[in-house]
């Protein structure tokens, strides 16, 4: 093994080295006697050298949506996604260049791909990650879409308008209709689809993971919503953790009686008072509680989709479990379904906007070894797209015929990453979820002790350098993604035109990595938690998803450099890295409460900033989004002193943004305002924005839709397969085709 070159990131000596005795190119972190990183990243300096280029000249800018301003300076520099889960590949684009459409699996309009993440469900209503919503993506169009510059477009409805004297929207539908897995007619989509698909997303029965969405915003949702819960209580024979009990009478009014005897009354609420009406089949309206500016922007995301009424009510709770209890109204319908074997979804010859499909089959095969099979599936011609990860990006771009076929996804622009704390590391059992906690060996009493000091979460806030992390796979572009906030830039901004990260407290945030610094915090901590009873080293499981590519190689190199800076004259913590299912994840690991810190991120579902505070806020009882269960912690014990009050003044800080619906500027300073304090409080850690992996592809990603926010991005609707895979000069001259 030795050195090839050295450089130095945010004061961080890297010294890349490289290791002849391996098959796949090695990925060490050292600790230098001067106290310097040394990191071996994957990617040659010949690699680098060829795509330098890209991130000094480029530019991703998208209408509506993207801006110059630290952003994706170049183009999407380097490879995979920051240490997070990952989409199934398969991203829209089209022709705007030369060459055919013959698909790789021998037929013209075929688009094949592997996949390695079984969905946890189809069932677009009730689902919120990636994988699972693909069906929805494809398979249901929405009332509104995007063109490929961002640009809000007809989509279901053919024209809308907005009285806001009485906070209604109004939908003017177009003739479509339902085809089921045969391509065969089920019926035409009427306004009433969308009022019967949002009452089975404000069935508790169904456990939607998307209501939150629905819930703050259409007037009589939040009321009906809870109405359900207390009277499913009742009929369940539920009895709280705090001792409540729930009855219902003959009219439906459920009483609930706490332990100390006093009762409250809940009347029945009917679903015909939330608001969404199906006024006639082709005049669909919605009714707000306050003028919410991120509504349009909303109608893209799944719990807005509609669904065909007679088959929500034959199936119900197995709606969309295969392709005989899905159905379809969009680009494509399901057709075939076996899990952890294929998947496939065929043309909708029925679709309004069938002449804009130029895919006739999308066929997804199941391959635990996706990301290494899939790119010696790419040289045979066997696929159509497959993920080129860091471990094999050198060798295919130094081969004469594999380095035209390496170009890139487009940008994520409304996603972000960051560091989660766990703040529930035992069992709790939610009304309609479990949360196991941390296993044994991990030692959650002592973590539960040291996740309630502040110094001990703000020694993690200044000992991590996102750059190091980012660097293993965008190794001259690092600084392009780095954020010291959660919420991306050019996401929004306000009337004034000011971006919302530069709002409020927010404006006040900078880059927190700081070695001195964190090691105050470490050393005030070991004061603090010595007298708690803490044990050092603190074990911290830091799991990760063996199908997203690069994770693994993330973590190894996170691990490192923290612990060089905070073990730096003391043993003070041992993280431990654990590989989780590749199936199922979410809800195995990061719902399950299975981690004590995390490497995850979270997407915009629409053009607001209350969409930032999803993965963070809870109300009172309520599980929220599972992902650091800030508020259970309080409300169990388990969290306690200054970090108690932080949590829950944080929380009161969300529900008064959320009050604010008159004057935006106001709304946004408040928002911006919670989410600095999250942030400088340490309870959650800015990591970046995702790096797009490159990829093999024979689809032009640049001509398909795009948005920030919902479903749009990823669809293949208006996609050419070509007759070869696409160059990175290509990819940029389609770029600049838009």
Known sequence: MCPTHRKTIDGAQIQCYTDHKTTHRGHRLLQRGNGAISVTPFLSQSTKQAFAKILRKKDFTMAHSISRRQFLQGSGAAALSVAAAGLLSSCGGSSASNGGSTGAAGSSSTYTVLYSRQPATLNYLVCSADPDLYHGTQCIDTLVEYDNRGKIREGLATAWEWDA???????????????????????????????????????????????????????????????????????????????????????????????????????????????????????????????????????????????????????????????????????????????????????????????????????????????????EMVKRGEIDQATISSDILDSWLADDTTKDMVSMERPETGKSYFYIFNFLPYRHEFSNWTVTGVDAQYEPDNWAKAINSTNFRRAFLYAINPSVTLAVTAPEGYDNYKLHTITPPSFCANSKGVDYTECGGLANLSDFFDEAKAKEYRDAAVEELTAAGVTFPIKIQYPYNPAVVDWDKQCQVFKQQVEAVLNDGFDFISIIITQGPSDNFLNAVR?????????????????????????????????????????????????????????????????????????????????????????????????????????????NLWEGQYAPTGLSTNRLKGVHILDHYVSMDEYNANRDAR
Not at 290 to 298: A, E, H, K, N, V
Not at 651 to 674: G, H, P
Request: hydrophobic share 35%; aromatic share 14%; glycine share 6%.
């Open 591 to 699: 719902r399950a409460g299975a981690y004590q810190l995390m490497s995850y991120y979270w997407g915009a579902d629409y053009s607001d900033p209350e969409t930032e505070v999803y993965p963070f806020y809870q109300e009172a009882g309520d599980r929220g989004t599972c992902y650091s269960f800030l508020r259970t912690g309080v409300e169990d014990g388990i969290v306690t002193g200054e970090t108690a009050d932080l949590v829950m003044q944080y929380m009161s800080m969300v529900e008064n943004a959320k009050t604010i619906t008159e004057d935006l500027d106001a709304r946004y300073e408040a928002f911006a305002d919670a989410e600095a304090f999250l942030i400088e409080n340490a309870l959650v850690i800015p990591l970046g924005m995702p790096v797009p992996p490159y990829i093999a592809t024979r689809l």
């Open 165 to 375: 004297d009485s906070l209604t929207w109004t939908f003017h539908l177009r003739d479509e209709n339902w085809v089921d897995c045969n391509g065969e007619v089920l019926g035409p989509v009427t306004a009433q689809d969308f009022v019967d698909a949002l009452a089975y997303v404000l069935d508790p029965d169904y456990a939607s993971s998307t209501a939150s969405l629905v819930t703050p915003y259409v007037a009589g949702a939040d009321d009906y919503y809870n109405y359900c819960v207390y009277r499913n209580n009742a009929n369940n024979g539920t009895v709280a953790e705090d001792g409540t009990t729930y009855a219902i009478d003959a009219n439906g009014t459920v009483t609930a009686a706490a332990a100390d005897g006093t009762t409250t009354e809940y009347p029945a609420v009917d679903f015909s008072t939330v608001g969404v009406k199906a006024v006639d089949d082709h005049t669909l309206t919605y009714t707000l509680n306050f003028d919410f500016p991120g509504f349009l922007s909303l109608l893209s995301y799944a719990p807005y989709e509609p669904a065909y009424g007679p088959l929500l009510e034959e199936f119900a709770d197995q709606f969309c479990t295969s392709a005989e209890t899905a159905c379809s109204c969009g680009a494509f319908y399901l057709a075939e379904y076996t899990p952890l074997e294929n998947w496939v979804m065929k043309k909708n010859p029925e679709n309004y906007d069938a002449d804009s499909v130029y895919i006739d089959t999308v066929r997804y095969i199941y391959n635990q070894e996706e990301l290494i099979s899939g790119p």
